[in-house]
């Protein structure tokens, strides 16, 4: 079992370009979530999978961000028209889908937008 | 809804010294709560959880938290700090029994030799 792993773990972008990260969960995890880290905030969430279906959005998820786990593995979660304000931490972490089951986190992709 | 607020964005100790992280939660509901520890550029790294089976919870590191439900509470605590446990620390409440999980603004610890 390698965790969760994240890529890229860097992105500097120029505003208006559209982005792009991969997420690979833990093998046997069927739920993946997203979340968004700011400098000296905890994470806050942005959506969730389980398996290949996509259960939640949070309203932090605007119509510029798109994520996807089409064959309930990795998943990628896109950013269209890169804004300043995009520039974060973003974190992805995968669990079994049990009362309390703990949520295991990958490394992150940090986010510049320039 | 359910909520989590530290209490101090910063706490320093010596080496050697008691960890005390404090954290307060919000919950309508019996709560599932987590300690997240994360390191400068890393990702988050589960310290211990409580799911209630014991309001006392061990885990890794020497860290453990009591939950107290009459003071709603969940500190994290260490009895002597090393200075590798200087890092940022995170409690979170998970929304529902299945759902994600909604953090504090974390405490960063720092540990003065």
């Known amino acids: 079992d390698t965790g969760v792993s994240q890529d890229p773990r860097h992105k500097i972008t120029k505003r208006g370009q559209n982005v792009t990260f991969r997420c690979d969960p833990i093998s046997e995890h069927n739920r993946l979530y997203w979340y968004r880290q700011t400098l000296g905030q905890g994470p806050e969430f942005l959506t969730y999978?389980?398996?290949?279906?996509?259960?939640?959005k949070s309203r932090l998820l605007s119509d510029r961000f798109s994520a996807e786990r089409p064959k309930g593995s990795f998943s990628t979660l896109e950013i269209q028209r890169t804004e300043q304000g995009d520039s974060a931490m973003y974190l992805c972490a995968s669990s079994l889908s049990t009362s309390g089951g703990e949520q295991y986190f990958g490394p992150g992709t940090r986010l510049t937008v320039t | 809804a359910q909520s989590v607020t530290q209490l101090g964005s910063h706490v320093s100790v010596s080496e050697g010294a008691l960890v005390l992280l404090r954290c307060n939660y919000s919950?309508?509901?019996?709560?599932?709560l987590f300690w997240y520890v994360q390191y400068p550029n890393q990702g988050l790294q589960l310290l211990l959880k409580?799911?209630?089976?014991?309001?006392l919870v061990k885990g890794i590191n020497g860290f453990e938290a009591e939950f107290k439900k009459s003071e709603t509470s969940f500190h994290l605590t260490k009895p002597s700090a090393h200075m590798s446990d200087a890092a940022e620390y995170f409690c979170a409440v998970q929304r529902g029994s299945q759902g994600n999980l909604i953090f504090g603004k974390g405490t960063k610890l720092s540990v003065k030799p």
């Open positions: 409580y799911t209630s089976a014991a309001t």
């Open positions: 919950s309508s509901v019996p709560p599932y």
């Open positions: 999978f389980q398996n290949e279906a996509q259960l939640e």
